[in-house]
């Protein structure tokens, strides 16, 4: 079990570090800068055992978001040692700001064709941005100036050759819902899963997890993993998913 959790958070490692912009490396860490304010997605990982004396990485971790003008949030490793973690982060000021669950889905069973029928779900590349975002903005309640941050920092992450798929769901023609598949040696992942607001409780949610679970069984993956909000969680366990554990998030103002 602990070398499952360790691939699953691998995944999470591997999506943030195909969209930073930059990163910082040592002491069993690794931080990552999307370089963007709002959108809550600079992390400081925990990836390895950081040992007795935290203090002095976690003040270079400090400087190296600080110099950037950024907030950031810590993420503790479950299968990692964490008690001298959160003993340091506490000792410099930070909280406990939220749990969320993990869940996982396996993709072991066979998939009915009949639960993606009545639903047009197509694959875009880089071309097709400009649909995905329009979804994920509306769903998570970004400014255009954010939604194009992150667009650009998807586009950017395919161009260095990160193995994201990019899935819309229409409706009319209309983009709808949008989600990313993300395909890494550890494991699959769903993200950025976003309904538009007239079209949620219509099945589109469901229909994009099982679209894309789908494809990552075909490319021979055992199962998917996602962090679920408080408002998704009810829909994946609907689905059978099972929550395996709960990250823990560290943070502070750097104000």
């Known amino acids: ?25 040592g002491g069993g ?8 304010m709002k959108l809550n997605l600079n992390w400081s990982v925990q ?9 002095a990485t976690i003040r270079a ?27 340091a982060l506490k000792k410099r000021g930070y909280h406990l ?31 097709k941005l400009s649909d995905w975002i329009l979804p994920i903005k509306e769903a998570f309640q970004v400014t255009n100036e954010d939604a194009h941050f992150y667009q650009e920092a998807h586009l950017s ?18 983009p709808v819902s949008a989600a990313t598949l993300s395909l890494s040696p550890y494991g699959a992942r769903l993200d950025d899963l976003g309904t538009l607001s007239a079209y949620q409780n219509k099945g589109f949610g469901g229909a994009m997890a099982l679209h894309r679970m789908r494809i990552a069984k075909d490319l021979g993956y055992d199962w998917v993993c996602l962090e679920a909000s408080k408002h998704g969680g009810p829909l994946y366990k609907k689905m059978g998913f099972q929550e395996l554990y709960r990250i823990k998030v560290y943070r502070k103002k750097i104000y």
């Not at 360790?6 to 490396?25: G, M, V």
């Not at 860490?29 to 963007?36: M, Q, R, T």
């Not at 990836?47 to 203090?55: L, N, P």
Request: contains cysteine; hydrophobic residues 35%; glycine residues 8%.
């Open 1 to 25: 079990m602990k070398h499952f959790i360790h691939n699953i958070h691998k995944t999470q490692e591997y999506f943030l570090r195909a969209l930073s912009k930059e990163t910082f490396e």
């Open 29 to 36: 860490v690794s931080a990552f800068s999307i370089g963007n």
């Open 61 to 87: 971790v400090e400087a190296f978001y600080q110099d950037r003008d950024l907030s950031w949030r810590w993420l503790l490793n479950p299968s990692l040692p964490q008690e001298n973690l959160r003993y």
């Open 97 to 127: 700001s939220f749990t969320a669950p993990v869940f996982v889905g396996s993709l072991t069973d066979p998939f009915s064709d009949s639960s993606l029928q009545g639903f047009d779900i197509r694959e875009g590349g880089a071309e």
């Open 47 to 55: 990836t390895g055992d950081m040992g007795e004396d935290c203090e």
């Open 157 to 174: 992450a395919l161009q260095k050759g990160a193995f994201f798929r990019h899935f819309v769901g229409y409706a009319n023609g209309i």
